[in-house]
């Protein structure tokens, strides 16, 4: 009972247990080379000598076993090894003094057994206590940490996406507006050259405008003129006729007059003649102004078709440069948007890198945390062996102490045959009378060995099997409440 104490003192080191369990396991030696001493004296007395011929099978083995005891024994607490066995001033000492020595050194160790044993009552019933007002405390629950985590993470997720598409579309938007802004340019500037070539033609045609006011006036004039002709010359006409009359009437009464009728049609074709060479002149004229005009509208017509193929020609060049222009902005928006891409699974390829590294530091962590586990668990398992068998010591011891004064005659009479202490523990402990009797009438101690070995070792199997899972669940629970 009192090595549960290193177990469950959740403060104990491994250290500081294996001190305290060497520490104990000196009181112990110490109490074994006593006893042993004492019956390596009773062993050579002539009560029981003719027992000495039994079991010379295991002489040799048991007494090398019982030499390797008495060296552990000897080296741990302090004693003598080569005296525990084989010294021969113990065998002068009074047989009553020795067991009185015995039986004090056994009191003073009950003592000190039962006093762990209260001290470990004692911390088996604080950590109970412990347990107690500790049972209702329950770790805090992060469930509902990591899920709004998780939606705060998935939320930044879709915001740096959008973000990502909204400046694409602003990239995209500002393209376009960079398009429109040429296009609106180029159009800009055709009108105005177009404004430029309308205003000139404009200019020409009020020339030509004004020109054919001027030749509307001149024809005017003329046309004026020539009814001022006409009517000057029916003025003329009818002044002559008068005068001719006058003059016929003269004549007549006078000698005979010219011909009038010649002398009419010489003056009609005369003011015909000049009619018709004013008119020849004004047609002359009108025609050479016409040609003018009919020369300098080609011209203008001429001038106009080359400014409209120029116009076409353009319009193909605009068309060409346009189509090259979508093609390189096609081509630049690709390439934005194979950046943007790349830009995008460098950062989610960083991001997974940073997560694949934290789970090989936690994977790392946890080998450690594994390999500590496992380490302490074989510690453990170490330290349980060890407390196995000390408790098994201890019963052994316990029992002889219990029964000494029945078994005495037979420890004093079984160690002469060489058999080891540890067995000879063994076999008091779990095996009757009829058993010893039949131990001490047979010289082959095969089946006594093999009977013993299953029986304690079966025994102690299972003690130990319940023990080690009752630690490790102990051990779990500690690690649970540190974690």
């Known amino acids: 009972m009192f090595f549960q104490t290193n177990f469950c003192n959740p403060n104990y080191s491994c250290d500081q247990f294996t001190a305290h369990a ?33 079991g010379h099978g295991y002489d040799s083995a048991n007494e090398h076993l019982s030499h390797n005891y008495d060296t552990s024994y000897s080296n741990l607490g302090g004693h003598n090894g080569s005296s525990s066995w084989k010294g021969d001033g113990i065998l002068n000492v009074n047989e009553k003094e020795t067991m009185q020595l015995l039986n004090e050194r056994l009191a003073s160790y009950l003592e000190k057994v039962h006093s762990l044993e209260q001290e470990n009552t004692n911390l088996e019933k604080k950590i109970s206590e412990w347990y107690e007002k500790h049972t209702h405390e329950v770790l805090p629950d992060f469930e509902h940490f990591y899920k709004i985590i998780e939606e705060l993470q998935n939320k930044i997720t879709t915001t740096t996406v959008e973000n990502a598409r909204i400046i694409l579309q602003i990239d995209n938007a500002g393209l376009a507006a960079d398009d429109f802004q040429n296009k609106y340019e180029m159009e800009l500037r055709l009108r105005n050259g177009i404004e430029a070539d309308v205003n000139g033609l404009r200019r020409i045609l009020e020339g030509l405008t004004a020109e054919r006011n001027e030749l509307d006036i001149q024809l005017q004039n003329l046309q004026e003129e020539l009814e001022h002709m006409k009517k000057s010359h029916k003025e003329e006409v009818n002044n002559l006729r008068t005068n001719l009359g006058a003059r016929i009437n003269v004549q007549v ?12 049609m010489e003056i009609r074709e005369q003011y015909e003649n000049l009619m018709e060479r004013n008119l020849k002149e004004v047609e002359t004229m009108f025609l050479a102004r016409s040609e003018d005009l009919n020369q300098q509208v080609a011209s203008g017509s001429e001038q106009l078709q080359t400014v409209q193929t120029d116009l076409i020609d353009l319009k193909r060049c605009i ?9 390189q902005l096609s081509m630049v928006r690709k390439s934005a948007l194979e950046c943007t ?26 080998g450690q945390i594994r ?4 380490r302490q668990i074989k510690e453990y398992k170490l330290l349980m062996d060890y407390k196995a068998h000390l408790e098994l010591e201890i019963a052994t011891y316990k029992s002889l102490m219990e029964g000494h004064d029945i078994q005495y005659n037979f420890w004093s009479s079984v160690v ?22 039949r131990f001490l009438s047979f010289p082959s101690m095969s089946w006594v060995q093999e009977h013993c070995i299953f029986t304690v070792g079966t025994e102690i199997k299972s003690n130990k099997m319940q023990d080690i899972k009752n630690k490790i669940q102990i051990y779990r629970l500690k690690r649970k409440i540190n974690m």
Do not use: W
């Open 22 to 54: 060497f520490m104990k396991i000196d009181l112990i030696c110490s109490l074994c080379h006593v006893l042993a001493t004492n019956y390596k004296r009773l062993s050579k007395s002539n009560v029981f000598s003719k027992l000495s011929s039994y």
């Open 253 to 264: 009464n006078a000698a005979p007059s010219v011909d009038l009728n010649r002398v009419l």
């Open 319 to 327: 068309q060409t440069l346009e189509i090259e222009l979508q093609s």
């Open 341 to 366: 891409l790349a830009e995008t699974e460098a950062g989610y390829r960083s991001q997974i890198g940073q997560l694949q590294n934290m789970i090989d530091n936690v994977e790392e962590q946890l």
């Open 371 to 374: 390999s500590d586990l496992e």
């Open 416 to 437: 002469g045959t060489g058999i080891s202490h540890a067995f000879l523990h063994l076999f008091i402990k779990y095996f009757t009378m009829k058993d010893t009797l």
